[in-house]
Nanobody, 122 residues
C-alpha cells in the first residue's frame, strides 16, 4: 500500500509564500509521477503541477507558471510545491497524488493524500 501525507498549508496574505510537502511511504509506484491538485469550494478538483520521479520532468497548469515550483527529494520520497505571489484565488485544499495513467487527469491517479488547506487573504 502507498501513503501520501501532506503538510505545510495555512493562512497567508496575498503576495505571500507557502511551501507544501508530500511524503510518500509504502511500495513504489507503477507509474512514477507525483502531482499536486487543488479544489476550491464548489469547484472541481484541478491540476496544479506534476513531476516525473525518475528524471524530474515537470508540467504546470498555466495559472501557476512563474509563481509555483514543484520539486522532489528522491532520498526522502518527498515532493514539494513552493508557492509564491499567492492570490486569493489560490485558496483551496491542496492534494498530493501519485501513480496516474494521465498526468493532468485527477480520476486516473491511484493514490491521494488527505489534503492541506491553503487560505490566502486579500
Amino acid at each position: 500500500q502507498v501513503q501520501l501525507v501532506e503538510s505545510g498549508g495555512g493562512l497567508v496574505q496575498a503576495g505571500g509564500s507557502l511551501r507544501l510537502s508530500c511524503a510518500a511511504s509504502g511500495r513504489t509506484f507503477s507509474r512514477d509521477v507525483m502531482a499536486w491538485f487543488r479544489q476550491a469550494p464548489e469547484k472541481e478538483r484541478e491540476f496544479v503541477a506534476a513531476i516525473i520521479w525518475t528524471f524530474g520532468g515537470i508540467s504546470y497548469a498555466d495559472f501557476v507558471k512563474g509563481r509555483f515550483t514543484i520539486s522532489r527529494d528522491v532520498a526522502k520520497r518527498t515532493v514539494y510545491l513552493q508557492m509564491n505571489s499567492l492570490k486569493a484565488d489560490d485558496t483551496a485544499v491542496y492534494y498530493c497524488a501519485a501513480d496516474p495513467k494521465g498526468i493532468i487527469s485527477a480520476p486516473t491517479y491511484n493514490y491521494w493524500g488527505q489534503g492541506t488547506q491553503v487560505t490566502v487573504s486579500s
